[in-house]
């Protein structure tokens, strides 16, 4: 509290910021889409950009957290430590996190409770791509793509010294957090060095963290609203950089190194004893994650005159990845991932509206899990895709498609599985008239079965489960649709979403109805059945007033997904939600308040429970105080109210609400 409270005295001449509102902006390039350039109002399927003011006021959590407010997507939500995006109702292996453009070699995708080895606050730029704009990265990104852009490596040259720093403090968590990055640039070379630590306590929640209904389905009665702390929610991290970049009039060369270390509590999953949380001391049976990556990479782009190329652009990436699972002060099980990835793209210059791009991407990952919850066997996985990716664009009306080709082998010390997929989209665009724009696009996409989902045999106490995997799995093969809409002119920005998806060999992880001996857990069983995905998306902002540099606008979020599958409805599929905001800006400085409503799932699967909805009240405030306009105070209020809140994507969701009542101040500076 002692940090807060600095901060708050800090704040009171003035106060804080645009929150944390997604709302789009013409002529923003997305980097991730393609290697060619694509304005965000000409993107043929769903994107969203969360640039670097954005993420100084998001929340200080994972990257799902900070995520969990962006259209269609939501937070696997496992505790502060441990967040993943949830898009479009999918998850896991269906969501490829990157790290500017390259994998991440960590184990986040094998389970909820482990966590992306990028922290959002090390970015730049986030970008988050849904639909078939995800087909350069293969069959992984069949749920999406999130990238995390940091600027270690420099594409441009810079003179003299730049900089930012930020510093931030939270009541709910008695959590503060701190981060910063510096660039100099001297001659051609340009030095990158940055920062991020964080250390938040176990958060405070404005009920029982049991649910009311798994309380009452358990035949005890349910205590009612009472204030509490949700345990062993703490969380530590500490992660550090640097690059060194040579920038010349035909391109640029660079490397980096980075360094994550982060230690946080798993709620919910203790062996013998519970957490008794709030303090640095963990009990005996309490389960932690200390988790290590040392990543290196290299990355560059060189103009040449080669046939229809003008443009090669690689990027290369080796990390050591490392967790141990420790219960109290002992090992339990570790897990340790080591690999490298690569791509190499040669792109097409712009000839009368026609762009393009060609190229090769490959990885190798080994990974090894060791002790008694070690439910995946070691297993080298090597990939190697090959894609193109075309787009003509004759300003009224236009085309694109791409076409990739890759191979998977799975090498496991309980078996060998090799398969090759062919994936492809094709879309059109019009513009009838200034400022619209509408795109219909269409993708077929193969995805192989990760290790898990054929090697899995053990309990996984994160799920809840001893999971099985099968080893005879095929291919997952989605046919999919977006149908998309832009609207920017005058007071008016939207940006709308219908999308459809039928999955042939859809790879569910069901409950048998039978358990464990040894582990006292439900045996759950990967299988493959047909499933059919569709929903919507919509952001919107209307400029209700405007003088000067003053204004107020009014914005809107919402969002659907309905998901069947041929064995009943899937596990943990998002209920809608819908968010307006109105946004004040008076020059100096802007204020927003927020209200958010999610609604009640009661469409479960199989021993799930439903969810309750809610509404969520936020505000927030930031100013520029001083004459200095570099200088930046922001405060902003979450869950206002104080209601329960249940993320209904989350396998806590019966254990752990999402935080309560919030007041975070903060501080920032560039120069």
Known sequence: MSRVLLLATAAAVACVSPAFAQTKEVQEVVVTAAPYAVTLDSATTSVDILKRDELDQAPAGGLGDVLAGVAGVRSSAFGPGASRPVIRGLSGPRVLVLSNGLGQVDAS??????????????????????????LAYGGSAIGGVVNIID?????????????????????????????????????????????????????????????????????EAWGGPVDSKVENTFSELT?????????????????????????????????????????????????????????????G??????????????????????HKELEGAEIGTQFFSEGWEGRLELIQPDRNGWQGAVGVQALKRDFEAVGDEAFVPPTKTTELGVFTLQRFDREAWGVEGGLRLETRELDSTVGKRDFTGISGSLGGFIRPADGWFFALSGSRTERAPSQEEMFADGPHPATRSYERGD????????????????????????????????????????????????????????????????????????????????????????????GKT??????????????????????????????????????????????????????????????????????????????????????????????????????????
Not at 264 to 279: K, L, S, T, W
């Open 566 to 671: 041929d064995l009943g409805a899937p596990a943990r599929i998002p209920p809608w939600s819908a968010t307006g905001r109105g946004v004040f800006e008076g020059g100096w400085w802007t204020g927003q308040i927020e209200v958010r409503r999610v609604g009640e799932q009661d469409r479960v699967a199989a021993f799930e429970l439903p969810t309750d909805g809610y509404t969520m009240l936020n505000a927030s405030l930031s100013f520029r105080p001083l004459k200095d306009q570099n200088v930046k105070v922001f405060v902003e209020g979450r869950n206002l109210t104080d209601v329960e809140a249940r993320e209904h994507a989350s396998f806590l969701k019966d254990i752990a609400p999402l935080p309560g009542r919030n007041l975070r101040v903060g501080v920032g500076y560039r120069f």
């Open 151 to 219: 600027d270690r490596i420099a594409d441009a040259p810079i003179r003299g010294v730049q900089g930012r720093v930020l510093a931030s403090g939270s009541t709910v968590d008695n959590g503060w957090q701190a981060s910063g990055a510096l660039r100099a640039g001297v001659g051609n070379f340009v030095l990158s060095l940055d920062g991020v630590r964080r250390e938040t306590k176990d958060y405070d929640v404005p009920t029982s963290p049991e649910s009311r209904r798994m309380t009452e389905s358990e035949g």
């Open 301 to 322: 782009e060189y103009r040449i005159d080669l046939g229809p190329f003008e443009k090669v652009r690689f990027a290369g990436g080796y990390a050591d990845y490392t």
């Open 109 to 134: 995708a094998l389970s909820p409770d482990h966590a992306v080895a990028t922290d959002p606050q090390e970015a730049e730029r986030i970008e988050v791509l849904r639909g078939p704009s995800a």
């Open 239 to 299: 992660a550090y950089g640097a690059g060194l970049s040579y920038v010349g009039e035909r391109g640029y060369l660079g490397v980096s190194v980075k360094r994550t270390e982060t230690d946080y509590g798993v709620p919910g999953h203790a062996h013998e004893h519970d957490h008794e949380g709030g303090e640095e001391d963990h009990e005996e049976g309490a389960v932690s994650i200390d988790l290590k990556q040392t990543r290196y990479d290299l990355r």
């Open 471 to 562: 080893a005879g799995l095929d291919s997952e093969v989605s046919y999919s649709v977006d149908l998309t809409g832009h609207y920017g002119s005058g007071r008016w920005n939207v940006d709308a979403h219908l999308f459809a998806a039928k999955y042939d060999g859809f790879i569910d992880l069901r409950p048998t109805g039978e358990e464990d001996e040894e582990a006292h857990l439900p045996i759950h069983q990967f299988v493959q059945t047909d499933a059919t995905f569709y929903g919507a998306e919509l952001e919107g902002s209307y400029r209700l007033w405007e003088e000067g540099d003053r204004s107020f606008r009014l914005e809107a979020t919402a969002d659907y997904v309905h």
